[in-house]
Nanobody, 123 residues
Framework: QVQLVESGGGLVQPGGSLRLSCAAS????????IGWFRQAPGKEREGVSC???????FYKDSVKGRFTISRDNAKNTVYLQMNSLKPEDTAVYYC?????????????????WGQGTQVTVSS
């Protein structure tokens, strides 16, 4: 079983940047695709980005060109670099691990979840 801890959230002005980290323990992330999800108040949780076991990346249309997901298997950590942030990016961001044998795919399905980190974009 893998435990996930997110960090890096905070308050940032529109146009600013944040880098979220998702650190794993209890198991290597080699066997998992990792997704970032977010949930804004009053809205359903949505998938934002995902990185496959083989480092293929996937993004929600509204964050393409602004967010970059990456993974460092040696550090057992996945990152989400968020640039040009907008107020509509405000949400609690969660990372989730998806156990899979596929190296090139993400199902945006979380088998294990972190506790979330708040991102607030406001002037």
């Amino acid at each position: 079983q893998v435990q996930l801890v997110e960090s890096g959230g905070g308050l940032v002005q529109p146009g600013g940047s944040l880098r979220l980290s998702c650190a794993a323990s209890g198991s290597s992330l080699d066997g998992y695709a990792i997704g970032w999800f977010r949930q804004a108040p009053g809205k359903e949780r949505e998938g934002v980005s995902c990185i496959s076991r083989g480092a293929s990346t996937f993004y929600k249309d509204s964050v393409k060109g602004r967010f970059t997901i990456s993974r460092d298997n040696a550090k057992n950590t996945v990152y989400l670099q968020m640039n040009s942030l907008k107020p509509e990016d405000t949400a609690v961001y969660y990372c989730a691990a998806e156990r899979t044998i596929l190296k090139g795919a993400c199902a945006f399905r979380g088998d294990y979840w972190g506790q979330g980190t708040q991102v607030t974009v406001s002037s």
